[in-house]
C-alpha cells in the first residue's frame, strides 16, 4: 500500500524551529519528486515547498523561502522540512505530497494525513 | 504572481450536472490539476493534465481548459460528492511555484 506518514509538528514558540518528516512506503521513493502542502486552519491550501527526485530541483514559495529548507534522504525513503523563524502565519496542517513524476511540475498524486504546526506563544 | 479564481461555493442537486471554474490568466497554455477534499480528510486528485483521471476515480468526473477558464464537471452528482475542491497549476514565470485556487465548496442540495 502507498503511503506517506507525517511527523514532527507540535506547538512551538514564534522565532523557534521544527523539522518535520514524512516516511514513505509502497513505492520506488527515488523516482519521484516530493512536495510540502500547507492548510491553515479553515483556509485553502497552499503549496509550500517541493523537490525534485535526486534533490536537483529545489523551490518554495515567496512566504517561506529563505526560512524553511526541504530535503529528503532516499536510503530512507523520507522527506523534511526544516522550519526556522516560525511565525504565527505558518500555523497550519502540513502535508507530504507525492507527485506523479521525477520532475516537480506534475500533479500530488498521494498524500498524506498531514502533521499540524501550531506557532504561539 | 499567478492567481487562480474559483467560486466559494457551487450547489446542485442529486443527479444533475455541478460545474467548477478555475480562472487564470491564459490558463488554457498551464496543466490544470484538481483536487477533492472532503472535511478532516487529505485532498484527492481528481483529475490531471486538464482532463486525464487517476485510477479510481469515477468517469463522472471530467476537466477541460481553455482560454482563461479551466472547468472541473460532475456528471450525476451524489451526495458522497459534497466537499470543498481545489484547482491547482505550475506558474513557470516566478520559478515554477505551485499555485492553488482559492478553493469551491459543492453543496448537494
Known amino acids: 500500500e502507498v503511503q506517506l506518514v507525517e511527523s514532527g509538528g507540535g506547538l512551538v514558540q514564534p522565532g523557534r524551529s521544527l523539522r518535520l518528516s514524512c516516511a514513505a512506503s509502497g513505492f520506488t521513493f527515488d523516482d519521484y519528486a516530493m512536495h510540502w502542502v500547507r492548510q491553515a486552519p479553515g483556509k485553502g491550501l497552499e503549496w509550500v515547498s517541493g523537490?525534485?527526485?535526486?534533490?536537483?530541483?529545489?523551490g518554495y514559495a515567496d512566504s517561506v523561502k529563505g526560512r524553511f529548507t526541504i530535503s529528503r534522504d532516499n536510503a530512507k525513503n523520507s522527506l523534511y522540512l526544516q522550519m526556522n523563524s516560525l511565525r504565527a502565519e505558518d500555523t497550519a496542517l502540513y502535508y507530504c505530497?507525492?507527485?506523479?513524476?521525477?520532475?516537480?511540475?506534475?500533479?500530488?498524486?498521494?498524500w498524506g494525513q498531514g502533521t499540524m504546526v501550531t506557532v504561539s506563544s | 504572481s499567478y492567481v487562480l479564481t474559483q467560486p466559494p461555493s457551487v450547489s446542485v442537486a442529486p443527479g444533475q450536472t455541478a460545474r467548477i471554474t478555475c480562472g487564470g490568466n491564459n490558463i488554457g497554455s498551464k496543466s490544470v490539476h484538481w483536487y477533492q477534499q472532503k472535511p478532516g480528510q487529505a485532498p484527492v486528485l481528481v483529475v490531471y493534465?486538464?482532463?486525464d483521471r487517476p485510477s479510481g476515480i469515477p468517469e463522472r468526473f471530467s476537466g477541460s481548459n481553455s482560454g482563461n477558464t479551466a472547468t472541473l464537471t460532475i456528471s450525476r452528482v451524489e451526495a458522497g460528492d459534497e466537499a470543498d475542491y481545489y484547482c491547482?497549476?505550475?506558474?513557470?514565470?516566478?520559478?515554477?511555484?505551485?499555485?492553488f485556487g482559492g478553493g469551491t465548496k459543492l453543496t448537494v442540495l
Open positions: 523537490i525534485s527526485w535526486n534533490s536537483g530541483s529545489i
Open positions: 505530497a507525492k507527485a506523479q513524476w521525477h520532475g516537480t511540475l506534475s500533479a500530488f498524486d498521494i
Open positions: 493534465d486538464d482532463s
Open positions: 491547482q497549476v505550475w506558474d513557470s514565470s516566478s520559478d515554477h511555484r505551485g499555485v
